[in-house]
């Protein structure tokens, strides 16, 4: 698969969380609403209030949406906006974490859970003690969980140091380091953090932390994290600058090394993916807005083929925003 392919043309559906359960791909992606206030850094013009569920049996085969699987009507501690969730699978249950405001707008992790990866999923009463910020992603090893968390601006890491709120949110100077996602390994039940989130520091091939002025490289929100040859490649968004960038590590609480640019700008303001091997290939998951005419919170689930050189470097995906400058021109 060469050519990109939009996954659920009827709807607007984002930020894809991908895994493979019972031998099919499964899609965990928010649901683009327009929410009629205009757009702005805090992200007000998303009203997500609601998850759906995709899955396939093959990458160029029929999609199937098991329709509405978790409504922030039906969460109790609920204020509004049901950002970037992830799932994952332990003895037999699926376990959804989402990011969702509470009644203080201030953005909590909450826990869902299902008998089935197609849901419907339940939440818990309350989120997950300690959580904060948004765009979780899970990573299994040898029967230990890790969440990885975290988004600047509307995602509110800002406002956080050392896991605790601060009284006003504070940006680091541009020569001073970038505030990091954060890793935490997850309890036995799978339903609190088993430690304090720990920060994901990038560093440059010279050993330096990336600053926070570096904002072509530096984190910004949606995590992921995958393996590939033995190594751990931790991908996320510049945010800002609109790049998937990826840095390579060891083990998984990093350090991870820069490496370089998976995706290009895309069409629409944000950039959030999911990588997954199915089938023998790796595939990039992603979105864009050309469907909805560049509205940037009106975006559109696609998938692509994604290749690695031979040295273990993944190839640069070409994003739409230049074929569309290309055509418009």
């Known amino acids: 698969m060469k050519t990109p392919r939009y996954l659920v043309p009827y709807d607007y559906m984002a930020d894809p969380a991908v895994h493979i359960f019972n031998g099919k791909l499964y899609i965990y992606p928010s649901h683009d609403r327009e929410s009629g206030i205009s757009e702005n850094d805090n992200g007000d013009h998303f009203d997500m209030k609601d998850y759906h569920v995709f899955s396939?049996?093959?990458?160029?085969?029929?999609?199937?949406?098991?329709?509405?699987?978790?409504?922030?009507?039906?969460?109790?501690?609920?204020?509004?906006?049901l950002w970037d969730c992830d799932v994952a699978h332990k003895d037999g249950k699926y376990y959804m974490y989402f990011p969702l405001k509470d009644k203080n707008d201030i953005f909590r992790i909450g826990v869902a859970i299902a008998d089935k990866p197609e849901g419907p999923f339940i939440p818990q009463s309350d989120p997950i003690r300690?959580?904060?910020?948004?765009?979780?992603?899970?990573?299994?090893?040898?029967?230990?969980?890790?969440?990885?968390f975290g988004g600047l601006w509307g995602g509110q890491l800002q406002r956080y140091r050392n896991n605790k709120a601060?009284?006003?949110?504070?940006?680091?100077?541009?020569?001073?380091?970038?505030?990091?996602?954060r890793v935490v390994k997850l309890?036995?039940?799978?339903?609190?953090?088993?430690?304090?989130?720990?920060?994901?520091?990038?560093?440059?091939?010279?050993?330096?932390?990336?600053?926070?002025?570096?904002?072509?490289?530096?984190?910004?929100?949606?995590?992921?994290i995958h393996k590939h040859n033995g190594k751990y490649y931790f991908s996320y968004s510049t945010g800002d600058t609109h790049k998937l960038c990826y840095a390579v590590g060891d083990n998984p609480y990093g350090p991870f090394i820069y490496q370089g640019v998976i995706l290009?700008?895309?069409?629409?303001?944000?950039?959030?993916?999911?990588?997954?091997?199915?089938?023998?290939?790796?595939?990039?998951?992603h979105h864009d807005s050309v469907p909805s005419g560049g509205r940037?919170?009106?975006?559109?689930?696609?998938?692509?083929?994604?290749?690695?050189?031979?040295?273990?470097?993944?190839?640069?995906?070409?994003?739409?925003?230049?074929?569309e400058q290309q055509l418009n021109s």
Request: hydrophobic share 35%; charged share 25%.
């Open 56 to 81: 396939m049996d093959s990458i160029d085969g029929q999609v199937t949406d098991h329709g509405v699987v978790l409504d922030t009507k039906d969460i109790p501690w609920a204020g509004r906006q």
């Open 264 to 285: 290009t700008p895309v069409v629409g303001w944000t950039t959030h993916h999911a990588i997954v091997e199915f089938k023998g290939k790796w595939y990039l998951f």
């Open 130 to 148: 300690g959580s904060y910020s948004i765009d979780p992603a899970i990573w299994e090893e040898a029967g230990e969980y890790y969440m990885y």
């Open 187 to 224: 309890s036995k039940d799978m339903l609190q953090f088993a430690e304090e989130p720990r920060p994901i520091i990038i560093h440059d091939k010279d050993g330096q932390p990336l600053t926070a002025g570096d904002n072509e490289r530096r984190f910004f929100e949606a995590s992921w």
């Open 296 to 323: 940037t919170w009106l975006r559109s689930l696609k998938v692509v083929e994604l290749e690695y050189n031979a040295d273990g470097s993944i190839k640069t995906i070409e994003g739409t925003e230049n074929n």
């Open 166 to 181: 601060l009284e006003c949110a504070a940006f680091p100077a541009d020569h001073e380091p970038a505030i990091p996602a």
